[in-house]
Structures are given as C-alpha cells and as structure tokens.
C-alpha cells in the first residue's frame, strides 16, 4: 500500500481515474475488436514497450542508442531457439535470454562509458555492435544461420509455451507494457532515476555532487537491454520466425527510437502516445496509399508527418497533450 | 555539518609540457575562509580541480582533515566532503531548482522525500524557495550561482569551493552573497576557499589570502598583508620601476 502510494503520490485524481479508464478500455478491447484493429493495437503496444525500455537510456539518462535491435534480437532468437532445439518453453528460456542481453548491455556500455564515448560516438558503438552480431548470427547454424530460425505455427492457445492467438499475444504485451510503466515510474520515483536525469542534464555537475556517473550509466544501460528483450521473445513467439537481417537490422534499431521521440524523450507516457501517433499514422496512410493506387506514398506522408511532429513539438507530442488535457502530477 | 582541515602539499601538474601549476603548498585550518586569487591564467580552478577530484596531481598530496583526497574520483571527492561550484555555472538546466537541490541531497539521504525536505530547507536560506519549480534555465545568472552554491550544500560538504561566485553580481547582490557564506560558516563552521575576483568580496570574508601567478603561489597573508605586497602588486600592476 505504501508502495502504491509512492507511486503515485503526487498524480492527480483526474489523470489516476483516466490511466485506470485506458487501463479498463484495454482489457476490454479484444471483446469488441476486430482481428485487424486488434493486431494494430498489438503493434502499438509492442512499440510503446520498447519504446519505454530505450527511454531509460536515451530519455532519462541521456545515452543515445541507436542499436538496441541488438538486444531484442538477442533475446529473440535464445528463447527462440532453447525452444526449438530443446522444447525449453520460453517463461524458462527468457531468463537465459534476458541474461544474455544484460551482458550485452553492460558490456557495450562498458566500453562506452568507461573509456567516454558521448554522444554519436557511442551512438556508432552500439550500431557496430548490432550490425556484428548480425553478421555472426548469419553463420551460426544453431540459430539458422541466415535461412532463419521459424517456430512451429500452433492456433490452440498455450500460455505455457507462448503458443496461440493475436488475443493471447495481446494481452502478454499489455502486461508488458504496463509493468514496464509502473517500473519506469519507479525508476524515476528513486535515487537512481534522479541520478540519471543529473547525468543527462550534466555529467560533470552531477559527478560534482556525489554520482557514481559511470555505474549509474551501465544500469541503464543493462535495464533497458534486459527490458528489451523481454520484448525480442515476445516478438519472436508472436511472429514465428526469426532472420538476422531483420532482427538485427539497423532499421530496427531506428524503429525502437521513434515512439519515445515522437511521444516526449524522457517522459513516461510519450513512447505509449507516440506509438499511437506512428502507428495510427501508418495505418492511415497505408490505406490513403491504397485508395489512391499510389505505391510508396505511405513512406513519403509518413515522413512529412514526423518531419512536421518534430518541427512543431520538438519535446514531443505527449508534454503539450498532457497539458492541454490537465493530466499530469500536482505541484508538490 | 562540521569543517575540515584542508592541506595541499607541494602539489603541481602539467598539461602536455605546459606548466599549469607547480609546487603549491598551503592550508586552510577547520572552519576557516579563505580566498585564493591571481591572475586570469594563474591556476586557480586547475588547483580546485585537483581538490575536487577532476584532475590528479603529478606530484604532491591533497588531503582533507589528514585524510588523502587527491587522486579520488570526483563523487568519491563529493563523499570525502567536498563541494564545489563551477566557475561556468551548471546547473541540470531541464529540471526546476527543486530538483536540482534535491539531487545534491540525495548523496547523504537516501530517501528523495526526506532529500527534498532537506533541499526546501536550503532554499529557504539561499532565498530560492519562491522559485522551486522553475527550471534552472529559466534563471538569470545571479540565481543559478546562488543554486550552484545550495547544489554543492546540500551534499553537506566539510569544505566548500567557490569558484567566482560573485563574478556578475551587482554590488547589493554580492552583499547578500557575503552575508549568506558569513553566516553559514559561523553557524556550522564549514570551511571554505573561494577563487574570486571581486576584491569586495575577498576582504569582507578571507581570513587569508592565497596568491598565485603562472601556476606558482606568490603571497599568503591576511587580507590587509597581501593588498601590501610587492610581489602582489607587480603582478596586478606591473613594476612600478618599469612604468
């Protein structure tokens, strides 16, 4: 209870009742959802929570990622595969993967922070790690190599194994999703959240004032790639088949980056808002694109769309909503 | 809070061959306040630098109530009791002033409420408290020293380092600035070094004075000694034989 309190202590009763609204609409969607809108809703879910796991980094302690493919890639293709080649279901094979993406976390920020690498230089640290690993996981024959790894396609629903339907897969990313909320809230709520956003806004500074800089950086670091591929098994169980060059791929990377930014860096609810900008988006344009018969119209509006977000919000969209709906935390 | 004894021993170092500070000794007995000043150039943030733990002497010691600091890490400096401000204020510019504070206080106390209770406190005093929830970017100048100095208190320093703090404050200002340092060391005997400029300032507060020029200390005396003295003189002035 106390914990609960501390969490969300200073929200106001207005954004706590409209959280648990969107919190009840979202358990309710799959009754009156039709298959299609139901797996655009899984899309922005699945993007809300990756989103979320890279805003620990980027948003709160000011790293930028641009590989972070990597560990859901790595957490993929080891649950993937322990079940593949072993029948290990993946509620036992994503500690395995999870561990494996920490270690590649702590060892990419290692190299990073320790020898301080800021900016786009370790940005283009963690790129080469990703696109490495990809180029091994194309010659490593126990993941498929690059002909791909594909788990057996199985409707009866099978929590246990992670086999089933969209509904299924839906209601495990929403678990995600919000526990990946309430984590990040507390996160922040901590001394170590506070440390991050110290060590964003100056490093030097906060090292002035007692923060372990380097330490500090490596557990966001491993937080986020742990939390991310959580997200890599559950993508790879929902989708059945795995090939380096798009678990891997740079565009993925890219991908995991655009919630958060479109939806407000550093903020809480911005990668969930902004998964539903893009992905609404998207979908819109998809389908102008089909109307029209136009081909690659849905890249060229999609891009102006962010380009305009961007140019309009530059703190993103979700810190101009939250104010215009009187949503927010009261001043303490 | 309490002060600490600061003794730097013969302490020098040098950027690539160039000779930034050699051979500097002096002390600052618990509780004291005293100034360290000198030309642009002299050395002086590179000798709080090596207080604070930024850089690592070549040679010599740091150490703080007989206790080693030169060579730790800055946040290990910050444990040992250090403080500081930077010459170039900074300040986490996209959080309120609140938390800024708070971030200092989180190194003692663990729990952010009791941080933020002790950070209002120290507001209070600082006279910031009306402008908690501002963004420390929306802060003139005057301010955002006045939240670097409560930044570095709320650690709860033994030893404060000023660097030009009054550096842009009007004349009123600094008077408030000086009444608030005074007070604060009488109250709990935190010792502090200041590197300043503003002369106003130094009189109203060192006990001492510390000099130095091209990295070499040239004078240490009261305030009333080094306004006096010739080497201090010739290098503010020039060589009254040569003009």
């Known amino acids: 209870m106390n914990a609960l309190r501390r969490l969300t ?36 879910l699945y993007f809300a929570y990756v989103g979320q796991a890279w805003n620990i980094v980027m948003g709160f302690a000011g790293q930028l990622s641009l590989g972070h493919a990597l560990y859901a890639g790595l957490g993929g293709y080891i649950a993937a595969g322990l079940f593949f080649h072993y029948g290990i279901g993946p509620w036992a094979g994503l500690f395995a993967a999870v561990a494996a993406a920490a270690l ?18 370790f940005a283009l640290l963690t790129i080469a790690f990703s696109e490495f690993t990809r180029i091994g996981f194309e010659h490593w024959s126990w993941a498929g190599g690059s002909g791909g790894l594909f788990l057996k396609v199985d409707a009866a629903s099978n929590l246990l194994d992670l086999r089933g339907g969209p ?17 990040c809230r507390a996160l922040l709520e901590s001394r170590l959240g506070r440390y991050w956003l110290a060590i964003r806004e100056d490093a030097e500074a906060a090292q002035a004032v007692g923060v372990p800089v380097l ?118 | ?111 952010p409420a009791d941080a933020r209770a002790s950070a209002a406190a120290i507001l209070e005093r600082l006279g910031l408290f009306g402008r908690r929830h501002q963004l420390a970017k929306n802060l003139t100048l005057p301010d955002r020293k006045r939240l670097e100095v409560a930044r570095a208190l709320a650690t709860e320093p033994k030893l404060l380092l000023l660097d030009e703090v009054m550096a842009g404050l009007r004349p009123t200002e600094i008077d408030v600035m000086v009444a608030f340092l005074r007070e604060l060391n009488r109250q709990s005997g935190l ?28 004078a240490h005396g009261t305030p009333q000694e080094i306004a006096r003295h010739p080497a201090v003189l010739d290098v503010y002035l020039g060589d009254p034989e040569a003009a």
């Open chain 1, 167 to 183: 509904v299924m897969f839906y209601y495990v990313i929403l678990a995600l999703a919000a526990g990946a909320l309430v984590l």
């Open chain 1, 9 to 44: 202590g200073n929200c106001t009763p207005r954004t706590l009742w409209s959280l648990a609204a969107l919190l009840l609409l979202l358990l309710l969607a799959p009754a009156f959802l039709g298959k299609y809108w139901l797996s655009v809703l899984i899309l922005i």
């Open chain 2, 1 to 111: 809070m309490t002060g600490a004894r600061l003794d730097l021993d013969g302490i020098g170092k040098s950027f690539r061959g160039l000779r930034a500070v050699h051979d500097v000794s002096f002390s600052v007995p618990a509780g004291a306040i005293h100034a360290l000043i000198g030309p642009n150039g002299a050395g002086k943030t590179t000798i709080f630098n090596m207080i604070a733990g930024v850089l690592t002497p070549d040679v010599g010691t740091v150490t703080l109530d007989g206790r080693v600091i030169s060579g730790l890490r800055p946040d290990k400096a910050c444990d040992a009791g250090v403080g500081r401000t930077f010459q170039l204020v900074k300040p986490f510019m996209g959080l309120s002033v609140l938390e800024n504070v708070t971030i200092g206080a989180l190194h003692r106390r663990r729990d």
């Open chain 1, 215 to 332: 330490r500090c950086k490596m557990l966001a670091m491993v937080i986020s790639a742990a939390l991310t591929a959580l997200a890599g098994v559950w993508n790879a169980f929902y989708y059945n088949n795995l090939f380096p060059e798009t678990a891997f791929a740079m565009s993925r990377s890219i991908e995991i980056t655009l919630a958060p930014i479109i939806g407000g860096l550093g903020t809480l609810f911005g990668p969930f808002v902004g998964a539903v900008v893009l992905t609404g988006l998207g979908e819109a344009f998809t389908d102008a694109g089909d109307a029209l018969g136009i081909p690659g119209i849905k890249q060229i509006f999609y891009g102006l769309a962010l380009l305009v977000i961007v140019m309009f919000r530059p703190a993103g969209v979700w810190p101009w909503l939250s104010a215009r709906l009187g949503l927010g935390e009261r001043t303490p």
């Open chain 2, 191 to 218: 010792t502090i070094l200041l590197i300043e400029h503003v002369m106003r300032a130094v009189m109203a507060l060192a006990a001492d004075v510390v000099v130095v020029s091209y990295g070499e200390k040239i």
């Open chain 1, 104 to 121: 590649a976390g702590a060892i990419v920020g290692y190299l990073g922070f320790r020898f301080s690498l800021a900016g786009v230089y």
